[in-house]
């Protein structure tokens, strides 16, 4: 005689609570992971595009020769950059490194590198490798002649 097991709505009492339950979490993180990230990638783009806007400002406009001087117009380009974005704070933003560099060839002259450094905190810090005390430290470098 053989027997046919059957399910009966009463053994499956609860199965969905608890497969709920175990993918909540994962599925959270998941979500929370794309918009942390989401989040760097748009101050990637920012603090890059202030970087270019701070080496062609010292390029083509007529520059202090002053390092200080250069270094505190650099600084307000950059914040100004900064302030266009919603999700950077300026405080967070380091103080831009700004050299001349020779471009190799004197047909091609010399250039203006510039260096920018931002802390950006997280929200979710652990969906990001690399993040430090809940802050993610990103770099931009710009070489403009």
Same mark, same amino acid.
């Given at each position: 005689?053989?027997?046919?097991?059957?399910?009966?709505?009463?053994?499956?009492?609860?199965?969905?609570?608890?497969?709920?339950?175990?993918?909540?979490?994962?599925?959270?993180?998941?979500?929370?992971? *794309?918009? @942390?990230?989401? $989040?760097?990638? &748009? /101050? =990637?783009?920012?603090?890059?595009?202030? %970087?270019?806007? +701070?080496?062609?400002?010292?390029?083509?406009?007529?520059?202090?020769?002053?390092?200080?001087?250069?270094?505190?117009?650099?600084?307000? *380009?950059? @914040?100004?950059? $900064?302030?266009? &974005? /919603? =999700?950077?704070?300026?405080?967070?933003? %380091?103080?831009? +490194?700004?050299?001349?560099?020779?471009?190799?060839?004197?047909?091609?002259?010399?250039?203006?590198?510039?260096?920018?450094?931002?802390?950006?905190?997280?929200?979710?810090?652990?969906?990001?490798?690399?993040?430090?005390?809940?802050?993610?430290?990103?770099?931009?470098?710009?070489?403009?002649?």
């Amino acid at each position: 005689m053989l027997f046919k097991l059957q399910a009966t709505p009463h053994s499956q009492r609860g199965a969905s609570l608890v497969e709920f339950a175990i993918s909540l979490p994962v599925l959270a993180a998941f979500l929370f992971g *794309i918009i @942390q990230w989401g $989040l760097i990638i &748009s /101050a =990637n783009i920012t603090l890059h595009n202030a %970087a270019a806007l +701070v080496a062609r400002q010292l390029t083509i406009a007529t520059a202090p020769s002053d390092a200080g001087q250069q270094v505190s117009v650099a600084t307000l *380009i950059a @914040q100004q950059a $900064l302030t266009t &974005s /919603a =999700n950077m704070d300026i405080n967070h933003l %380091a103080t831009p +490194v700004i050299s001349s560099v020779s471009l190799g060839s004197a047909s091609l002259g010399s250039g203006i590198s510039v260096s920018l450094s931002y802390s950006m905190p997280l929200f979710f810090p652990i969906v990001v490798p690399g993040a430090q005390n809940g802050s993610l430290t990103i770099n931009a470098n710009t070489l403009m002649r």
